[in-house]
């Protein structure tokens, strides 16, 4: 069973910090991957990283949680402003804790959300709260665990937003990329809800289509509109290595392709690529065969 629990601000330590978070880089031993985590300065601004196994996952801006770094987290927050009218705070399920960026900038810019994280990672929440506290007024709830199984234990728990922010190629949990989760995520849904998916995929692409195809098939079974994609646009040509977020849920559905696509373009971060249903399945074929 997971483990739940509130989030209301940083654990009491004796660990030196600045005003502005940890006077030292600190670490956690992950006892799901065996990775250590760090939290540290950036190399190149006054934010924080989380890196994991040496690899950077997720920025902070404390100073300012509305700031996102990286590249895909921008165009996801761009899709979670559309949602609801803005500063309307929303129920929202991040599959995927990182440093909780995403929960940062939603509490910032629509306080009084609702928020739950999902994280497999039992240590990585508390670590990452107990050296980059959250804004005032967050609210967090946490559950540990594996996503799927953790989501079958809310039965009738509906959201606006889901998240789902653990995919990585290849190497990604078998069990979450396949079809019958994508229907589970989105019977959690609210009915003009909307399932955002992270997918970092290699150059070829094939597992990004892959994905894209599954997710358009738990779509169309559950009557709902077709899968849109937000990438970069040397992605789309060049098929590199990246991120890309695939769209779908009933917030889809009174959309007019053309406004909806050319506000998520002008959000960027540019060069960007919007693809909406027609579009998104044309690179399915051209990538999956």
């Known amino acids: 069973m997971g483990r739940t629990h509130p989030v209301t ?3 009491d330590d004796d660990l030196p910090r600045t005003p502005d978070g940890p006077a030292r880089p600190r670490t956690v031993h992950l006892s799901e991957s065996g990775l250590p985590a760090v939290v540290e300065r950036s190399d190149w601004d006054e934010g924080w990283v989380l890196r994991i196994g040496g690899i950077e996952q997720s920025h902070v801006d404390l100073a300012d949680p509305s700031r996102i770094s990286h590249e895909y987290l921008r165009r996801i927050a761009a899709a979670v402003d559309t949602v609801r009218p803005r500063g309307e705070p929303l129920t929202i399920a991040h599959l995927g804790g990182g440093a909780l960026t995403l929960v940062r900038y ?4 629509r306080p009084d959300s609702e928020q739950l994280v999902v994280e497999l990672e039992r240590e990585l929440v508390s670590f990452v709260v107990g050296a980059l506290p ?6 967090l709830e946490v559950v540990v665990g594996d996503a799927r199984d953790r989501l079958r234990e809310m039965p009738g728990r509906l959201f606006d937003v889901v998240v789902l922010d653990v995919f990585s190629g290849e190497a990604s949990p078998p069990h979450l990329a396949a079809e019958e989760f994508y229907v589970e995520a989105l019977e959690h849904l609210e009915v003009d809800g909307l399932l955002l998916v992270n997918v970092g995929d290699d150059a070829g692409q094939h597992f990004i289509a892959a994905q894209a ?3 358009e098939a738990a779509s169309v079974s559950l009557g709902l509109p077709g899968v849109w994609m937000l990438t970069a646009a040397a992605l789309v ?4 290595f990246g991120n890309y977020v695939l769209l779908a849920g009933g917030a889809l559905a009174a959309a007019d392709i053309d406004e909806q ?3 998520w373009w002008a959000a960027g971060p ?6 909406d249903p027609e579009e998104t399945a044309r690179f399915v074929w051209r990538r999956g065969r």
């Open 237 to 240: 040509e060049r098929g590199d």
């Open 134 to 139: 959250l804004p005032a007024g967050t609210r």
């Open 9 to 11: 601000g940083p654990p």
């Open 106 to 109: 939603v509490q910032a810019t």
């Open 213 to 215: 195809a599954a997710l």
């Open 270 to 275: 540019h060069p960007a690529a919007v693809l």
């Open 261 to 263: 696509s050319q506000r």
